[in-house]
C-alpha cells in the first residue's frame, strides 16, 4: 500500500506558528516530488510548495514564500511544513502529494502531477 499522512495540524493565533509531516507508508519519500496544497473554505486547491526529490529546486507560492519552508528528513522518511507567521487566511486543509516525477517543475502547484495524496490536517489560524 501506498499511503501519505499528514499531521501537527491544529489551533494557532495569528502570528504563531505550526510545523506539518508527511509521513509515508509503503514508499520512500526521497524519491518522490513533493508538494503541500491547502483547501480553502470555497474548495479551491491551492498549491503552496514543492520540493525535489534531490538536487532539483523547491518552489513556493508567492502567498508562503518567506514565511513556509519545506524539509526533508529522510531518516525518518518525512517530509515537513515549518509555517510561520501564520494569517487568519491560512486556515486550511494541509495536504501532501507525492510525485514519482522527481524534479518540482513549472506546473507543480497542478493537482493532477501527483500520484499520492494524505488525507488532509486542519489548521486554524484565530484569535
Known amino acids: 500500500q501506498l499511503q501519505l499522512v499528514e499531521s501537527g495540524g491544529g489551533l494557532v493565533q495569528p502570528g504563531g506558528s505550526l510545523r506539518l509531516s508527511c509521513a509515508a507508508s509503503?514508499?520512500?519519500?526521497?524519491?518522490?516530488?513533493i508538494g503541500w496544497f491547502r483547501q480553502l473554505p470555497g474548495n479551491v486547491r491551492e498549491g503552496l510548495s514543492c520540493?525535489?526529490?534531490?538536487?532539483?529546486?523547491?518552489k513556493y507560492a508567492d502567498s508562503v514564500k518567506g514565511r513556509f519552508t519545506v524539509t526533508r528528513d529522510n531518516a525518518k522518511n518525512t517530509v515537513d511544513l515549518q509555517m510561520n507567521a501564520l494569517k487568519p487566511e491560512d486556515t486550511a486543509v494541509y495536504y501532501c502529494?507525492?510525485?514519482?516525477?522527481?524534479?518540482?517543475?513549472?506546473?507543480?502547484?497542478?493537482?493532477?502531477?501527483?500520484?499520492?495524496w494524505g488525507q488532509g490536517t486542519q489548521v486554524t489560524v484565530s484569535s
Open positions: 502529494a507525492a510525485d514519482e516525477d522527481r524534479t518540482c517543475g513549472r506546473y507543480y502547484f497542478r493537482e493532477s502531477l501527483y500520484d499520492y
Open positions: 509503503g514508499f520512500t519519500l526521497n524519491n518522490y516530488a
Open positions: 520540493i525535489s526529490s534531490s538536487g532539483g529546486p523547491t
